[in-house]
């Protein structure tokens, strides 16, 4: 699913590269919290296009990497 919007220069596409199917059935955690931090440019760049070629998000890679860290480190 995709929208397509016709200018005098181009054609531009939006909603290609996303998971459609996955964002339509995806069903909202009830308690959520937003976690913000710093990451340097060019790191934040490189993650974000690797996550695009794992068709996953930065949400999910970071999600799983808390949850793995915290099975490793929670009862130590």
């Known amino acids: 699913m ?3 919007k016709q200018t005098k220069t181009k054609t531009m596409t939006f909603g290609e590269n996303r998971d459609t199917g996955k ?3 995806a069903t909202p955690p009830v308690n959520v919290k ?3 931090f710093n990451i340097d440019e060019d790191k934040h760049t490189r993650f974000k296009a690797a996550c695009t070629r794992q068709r996953t998000t930065i949400s999910d890679v970071l999600s799983n990497f808390v949850d793995q860290w915290l099975e490793e480190n929670e009862n130590k």
């Open 23 to 25: 964002v339509l059935t």
């Open 2 to 4: 995709s929208l397509v």
């Open 34 to 36: 937003r976690l913000n």
